[in-house]
């Protein structure tokens, strides 16, 4: 569970596209290398970032053969750039830019899949290398 508080306003900012940093800071100390908006943005119909992303499974350039499995909260696909062998990433199904605008009933599906994950890679005798955040 997460211990971290939920404000949900930072939320939609950040679903739409601005900057955490920026967010948080107010002030983004990535500079003109960040790929996010500096200002607070007003709700669009729709979410255009989600046209854009490979594995957004609404996306028309949803890359859908490295898709492996679908839930009702997350999905799971192959790396298109896999770092290392087995590369699999958890992804939620509503289009977020990072965990911390996640809902608790996604975050507790991320925990379950990464569990699940580590049960395989025991079998397989690997071990489980676990990041969070999207982008």
């Not at 997460?2 to 002030?27: P, T, W, Y």
């Not at 290392?84 to 809902?103: A, D, Y």
Request: proline share 4%.
């Amino acid at each position: 569970m997460c211990n971290f508080r939920h404000d949900m306003e930072a939320r939609e900012q950040s679903m739409r596209g601005v900057c955490f940093e920026f967010l948080n800071k107010r002030k983004c100390e990535i500079g003109d290398d960040c790929s996010y908006k500096h200002s607070l943005q007003e709700k669009v119909e729709g979410n255009s970032r989600s046209k854009e992303c490979w594995f957004c499974l609404s996306s028309p350039n949803v890359e859908s053969h490295l898709i492996t499995s679908v839930g009702k909260n997350c999905c799971c696909a192959l790396a298109k750039g896999p770092l290392v062998q087995h590369h699999v990433l958890i992804l939620p199904i509503e289009h977020l830019p990072n965990t911390l605008t996640s809902p608790p009933e996604c975050e507790i599906k991320l925990v379950n899949s990464r569990r699940f994950l580590k049960i395989i890679s025991r079998a397989m005798e690997k071990k489980l290398f676990s990041l969070s955040g999207f982008m």
